[in-house]
């Protein structure tokens, strides 16, 4: 073999073992073990539907992030409606493609009248979530609710996933916490949500939350509208809770984002509950907990007219 | 499409290539050329269907107003010199009305607003990626028709000529006869493996100025720049570290695009001409003007600078034509007057370089003194310290920004030289008030990469000297000279490296800067 083509083999073969290596690492932690918070929280939430298939229907879904996870306890709620209300909060990093899967799989499985779904407001200033969709798929056949160009992204998010060097770090801390994660299962059974940071408060200097809408995010949540639609259930979006200070500075944002969900024939409840400081969180849009059950109440409050 | 993109590494680039070198086996030229041309149209129309049907029609127009030009005898024989002109005349406006439209329009409207307090409606235009690039090959085209050079029947090449893939956005601006030449040549129809290699190897060196280097180095400059825009105490050492940075950035970001556009093009046989020459080893604003963009240089240089008269009228004249040259090459960067500034203080470095050059020429202390290494030491650092501050306002979105990091680079922000100098001074000083100001931007490792990056582009080797044929050491220069590149097994795992680890850095690689020019 000439050097050329030695120098070239040696290229050719040293690159596709190590992108081997690294896609296929990449590939078995992120999708099939749950080292991960938001993986364990994303185990755990379908595990409910599947406890909820045995014993009985859920009227009430709420789906949606960590606004909604923190804000509203599912319990609570049933006995503040006499309606059996579940859950199935995930985490921002799954948005509205995540919500779109969560409610499609209770929908198979459960009897569901009502869906809420509560995302935080900032949202729509995030990339589209092709990396949520991929991450709550269940089976290959999962695609076929996409459109090819939707496919193609997703692709795109895949490769950008298996290949993404920064996840080897992640992973690697992430493995070496073994112990920890552990806890993590046993917070989520006491607080049917992942526990915040204790040590960690939210900032009171807060800038107000402006800047273009990502409009293509809204793709997923105009299936998730028409697969309620399809199959007979009502669905209402909410906004997320939101520190007092950003909701005041924020209203102009506030009123496109209902301008675009109003033009997508979306209804939607205007008004955005604000989080008083003392009751602020880790983050944001995080309800502290101790303060869960006075923002359940006033979910409800604020959506018993929908009920 | 872009270079840096999964879908361009995996599936465009290997389909483009083999199926071209397949289709060489059929022996006939046009075949493969018709499948580069497709390629290239495809590669383009990813971005948006409405550039592909503009590059086509401006492509159609310039190659028929050629062919009109060359062949003015069929139309007119009477005063065929002046039919010329008026049709020479005509191409240019519509290739520049283009671009004035596209580019431009907003930043007139916005003067306009401002000058007579009138609110006319901005027109918001996207910019078509590579505008600025394939008009102005066309141009060159177009005026060397004109001069009664050679032109080209063929539209399928002429098209391609113009929509190559891998020159066609960001440049190297190449002259159409070095690749219309080139189609011609039966050399480039046969699958040639020395070219693939070093082709595939330059392009990776240059997907790593971009991913690993230019990228990693934004971090700095925008968090410095973004600081500015929203008023935020910016010091001393900030302000160098972001501009430094920036510097750096547009360095390795635009010479890594030409790079790989080098690259790309070796691996089909064809050659494009060499953009970057270590510009920050440049001893004076001359040199840098020959190392830097050097296809821009040459067409200003040509199809501007000269026609304007050049040096051939006299001092004065040629010091207008070149401010002229500068400002319209700062112009032609961006819509906006810093872009302006920018070209008008290269011209004023041009101005001061050619009168320097005089005065050495006329005095011996000075002829004796330019000829000591302390001063190519001096004249070098001086000559990257020009170039840092013009950068300054090519970076800042406004004039105001500008200022403000120009302040704080020579200290007037917070090192109090007035109380060295006259005690009493203090208002030349602007303490903050916020604790805030010790919180540094650019943290340590930014400094790591900067003064490390700095001394690769003082002292290494670039691309092109250290993948020159590497049988002639005579190409090879700086500290790595004796490390000449060859086809081994080291240089094939290096190689390797990098691109594995510009492939694990693909999702976080941002646009070219020069997609905006």
């Known amino acids: ?307 | 499409m872009l270079f840096n993109s999964y879908i361009f590494l995996f599936l465009f680039l290997p389909c483009a290539a083999s199926v071209f070198f397949i289709l060489c086996r059929t022996e006939k030229p046009q075949i493969p050329l018709r499948w580069l041309l497709l390629s290239s149209l495809i590669f383009y129309v990813w971005s948006n269907t409405f550039n592909l049907i503009l590059v086509l029609t401006s492509s159609f127009f310039n190659y028929g107003l050629s062919i009109c030009i060359n062949d003015l005898d069929i139309f007119w024989k009477n005063n065929k010199k002046l039919y010329k002109k008026i049709l020479l005349f005509f191409g240019i406006s519509i290739n520049t009305s283009l671009i004035f439209y596209y580019k431009y329009i907003d930043f007139l409207i916005q003067n306009i607003n401002s000058l007579f307090n009138t609110e006319l409606p901005f027109q918001s235009h996207e910019l078509p990626l590579g505008i600025s690039f394939f008009t102005f090959l066309q141009i060159a085209y177009l005026v060397d028709t004109y001069r009664d050079q050679e032109t080209e029947k063929n539209w399928f090449n002429y098209t391609l000529f113009v929509t190559f893939f891998p020159h066609l956005i960001a440049g190297p601006i190449v002259h159409h006869r070095a690749l219309l030449r080139q189609f011609r040549d039966p050399e480039i129809y046969q699958f040639q493996e020395d070219n693939f290699a070093i082709g595939i190897t330059i392009f990776i060196l240059g997907l790593s100025k971009k991913i690993l280097l230019a990228d990693n180095l934004s971090l700095y400059s925008n968090s410095v720049f973004k600081a500015v825009t929203v008023g935020q105490y910016l010091g001393f050492l900030d302000a160098w570290g972001g501009i430094l940075a920036y510097t750096l950035q547009l360095y390795f970001d635009f010479s890594g695009y030409s790079d790989m556009a080098i690259g790309l093009s070796k691996i089909f046989n064809i050659w494009l001409p060499e953009n970057f020459n270590s510009p920050y080893k440049s001893a004076n604003i001359i040199e840098f003007w020959r190392r830097w963009h050097i296809t821009l240089s040459n067409f200003l240089r040509d199809y501007l600078y000269i026609p304007l008269g050049g040096n051939r009228k006299g001092t004065k004249h040629r010091y207008v034509n070149l401010m002229i040259t500068m400002l319209l090459g700062g112009l032609w960067h961006g819509a906006g007057w810093t872009f302006i500034i920018w070209g008008g203080l290269h011209g004023c470095y041009l101005i001061l370089n050619h009168l320097w050059r005089s005065m050495s020429h006329s005095y011996l202390q000075i002829r004796l003194l330019v000829s000591t290494q302390i001063w190519y030491v001096f004249s070098r650092a001086l000559t990257f310290f020009a170039i840092v501050v013009g950068w300054v306002f090519f970076r800042s979105k406004t004039l105001n920004d500008s200022l403000t990091v120009l302040k704080s680079m020579f200290g007037f922000q917070n090192i109090c030289w007035s109380k060295y100098i006259l005690p009493q001074s203090k208002w030349i000083c602007s303490m903050p008030e916020s604790k805030d100001f010790m919180k540094y931007i650019v943290p340590i490792e930014g400094w790591f990469w900067i003064i490390s990056l700095l001394l690769v582009v003082w002292f290494a080797p670039n691309t092109q000297k250290l993948t020159a044929p590497f049988y002639d050491s005579k190409n090879c220069e700086g500290l790595l000279s004796k490390q000449k590149f060859s086809f081994s097994i080291f240089w094939a795992i290096g190689i390797s490296a990098m691109l594995v680890m510009c492939i694990a850095r693909l999702s976080s690689a941002s646009d070219f800067l020069y997609f905006a020019f």
């Open chain 1, 1 to 307: 073999m000439s050097k050329t083509r030695t120098y070239l083999f040696t290229i050719t073969f040293t690159s596709i073992i190590s992108l081997t290596i690294l896609a296929g690492i990449n590939f078995r932690f992120l999708f099939y073990e749950s080292i991960f918070s938001y993986q364990k929280l994303y185990r755990y939430q379908l595990k409910k539907i599947q406890i909820n298939q045995i014993n009985t229907s859920s009227e009430i879904l709420f789906v949606g992030d960590s606004s909604l996870g923190n804000a509203v306890d599912a319990n609570l709620f049933t006995k503040l409606s006499h309606r059996k209300t579940l859950n199935l909060a995930l985490t921002g990093s799954y948005g509205y493609a995540g919500s779109f899967n969560m409610v499609r799989r209770a929908l198979q499985d459960l009897k569901i009248h009502q869906v809420f779904v509560v995302h935080t407001l900032d949202i729509l200033q995030r990339p589209t979530s092709y990396e949520g969709y991929l991450y709550t798929m269940l089976y290959p056949n999962d695609i076929s609710h996409l459109t090819t160009g939707e496919v193609f992204n997703l692709g795109n998010s895949f490769l950008n996933i298996i290949f993404s060097g920064s996840n080897l770090e992640k992973i690697w801390n992430s493995y070496q916490s073994k112990n920890v994660s552990d806890s993590i299962r046993e917070d989520l059974k006491a607080n049917d949500y992942v526990v915040q940071n204790s040590k960690k408060k939210a900032s009171l200097h807060l800038d107000p939350i402006q800047g273009s809408l990502n409009k293509d995010e809204f793709r997923f949540l105009v299936k998730l509208n028409n697969l309620c639609k399809k199959s007979k259930v009502k669905l209402i979006y909410v906004h997320g809770p939101i520190a007092m200070v950003v909701r005041q500075s924020s209203q102009s944002y506030i009123q496109e984002v209902n301008q675009e969900l109003a033009k997508r024939g979306i209804s939607y409840i205007p008004d955005v509950i604000e989080i008083k400081p003392q009751n602020l969180g880790d983050e944001i849009d995080h309800v502290a907990p101790k303060a869960k059950p006075i923002y359940t109440h006033r979910y409800f409050q604020l959506l018993k007219s929908y009920l």
